[in-house]
């Protein structure tokens, strides 16, 4: 039988370092069914995923490079995701590491946005001609 999946709560560390809880009595529920068991935290800051129309603007400048080199979208979304995004590594519980490919959907607004800045000043340097962005939608 799988493990259920494991709820997340939302908090802000306040400035003695303690978390304050968005719900917590959520939270103290959840804690009250692990009285007496062995547990691991884990805490990450809060992202903002990237947004759809940064997404679909990244696809549209795949695209253009595409139909500039010859190849389909997607082939160029993996090799530029190889050039530019670091390779990520999955901890199992046993402690394994795997190594897994690079992956635009992990990256916050701001890092997608460099990303987006690296691939475009690559395809200008290639001589891969992009239209003007600025209006995009």
């Known amino acids: 039988m799988a493990d259920a999946p494991i709820p997340t709560f939302g908090a802000v560390i306040d400035p003695g370092g303690s978390p304050q809880f968005d719900d917590p009595k959520s939270f103290a529920r959840y804690l009250e069914r692990l009285r007496g068991q062995r547990v691991r935290i884990s805490v990450r800051r809060e992202r903002r995923g990237r947004s759809l129309s940064q997404n679909r603007r990244l696809w549209a400048i795949y695209t253009v490079i595409a139909q500039w080199s010859g190849h389909e979208p997607e082939e160029i979304h993996e090799a530029l995701k190889h050039m530019f995004i670091p390779r990520r590594f999955l901890e199992l519980p046993n402690e394994t590491l795997l190594d897994g490919a690079p992956s635009t959907a992990i990256l ?22 992009l239209p003007n962005w600025e209006n995009f939608e």
Request: some cysteine; hydrophobic content about 40%.
């Open 108 to 129: 916050d607004v701001e890092a997608f946005s460099s990303y987006m800045s690296r691939v475009e000043l690559w395809a200008l340097e290639q001589g891969c001609e």
